[in-house]
């Protein structure tokens, strides 16, 4: 039982790239969010699903986009990547209000 | 507009004695309330939550305290320990609407140091 993964764990992107995060949960959960986390805030929602093939934008989703083709697996996409986007990005599953983490992929944008 | 607030960035005791770490909130909305743990380079983990309707939760050395009326919460580590050294968020979510979970709302985290 893995939990949550993410891949990758880091990647540096030059400005105008993209790319996109890959998150997977076996613990058979619904629910599955994006955060991201930038030095001296706390974890801000991007885009989140309630189940599989349905998306909704966060507090942040601007310049990123989600999909949820599979029940197991939320995707992050940044198009066109900006030096506003280096963060670290969190993965998270749940049934109900407790969610699961996945270990982070750390974004460098330059 | 920040609705749920950790005033203090840091926190510093000295191990065997008790740890308080408090959390505010403006959005009367919230029904439930979380404590996460973070290390470096690893994701939040699960520490404590507690409901609305309860006024204290407790497992182990952790107890999370809820006043509503005053829209703040805490959480005590009682003894503390050096493996408690770490960033402990608190968050919030509002009632399902329409059978989905739309998130949580996090403080910005304190980072708890604990002295030998």
């Known amino acids: 039982n893995a939990g949550v993964t993410q891949t990758p764990k880091f990647r540096v992107l030059k400005t105008g790239q993209s790319m996109t995060l890959l998150c997977a949960q076996d613990?058979?959960?619904?629910?599955m969010y994006w955060y991201r986390q930038d030095p001296g805030m706390g974890l801000r929602l991007i885009h989140y699903?309630?189940?599989?093939?349905?998306?909704a934008k966060g507090e942040v989703p601007d310049g990123y986009n989600v999909s949820r083709l599979k029940k197991q697996n939320f995707l992050l996409g940044l198009e066109s990547a900006a030096p506003s986007q280096t963060s670290v990005y969190f993965c998270?599953?749940?049934?109900?209000?407790?969610?699961?983490f996945g270990p982070g992929t750390r974004l460098t944008v330059l | 507009d920040q609705q749920v607030k950790q005033n203090s960035p840091s926190l510093s005791v000295q191990e065997g004695r008790i740890s308080i770490l408090n959390c505010d909130y403006t959005?009367?909305?919230?029904?439930?309330f979380l404590w996460y743990k973070k290390y470096p380079a690893e994701g939040p983990t699960f520490l404590i939550s507690?409901?609305?309707?309860?006024d204290k939760n407790e497992d182990g050395r952790f107890t999370v305290f809820l006043n509503k009326s005053a829209k703040h919460l805490s959480l005590h580590i009682v003894p503390s320990q050096p493996g408690d050294s770490a960033v402990y968020f608190c968050?919030?979510?509002?009632?399902?609407?329409?059978?989905?979970?739309?998130?949580?709302?996090f403080g910005k985290g304190t980072h708890l140091i604990i002295q030998p």
């Open positions: 959005n009367s909305m919230f029904d439930y």
């Open positions: 699903s309630v189940g599989e093939g349905t998306t």
């Open positions: 968050a919030a979510s509002r009632p399902y609407s329409g059978g989905g979970a739309d998130g949580l709302t």
């Open positions: 613990m058979n959960h619904e629910y």
């Open positions: 507690i409901s609305s309707i309860k």
């Open positions: 998270a599953s749940s049934k109900l209000n407790e969610q699961f």
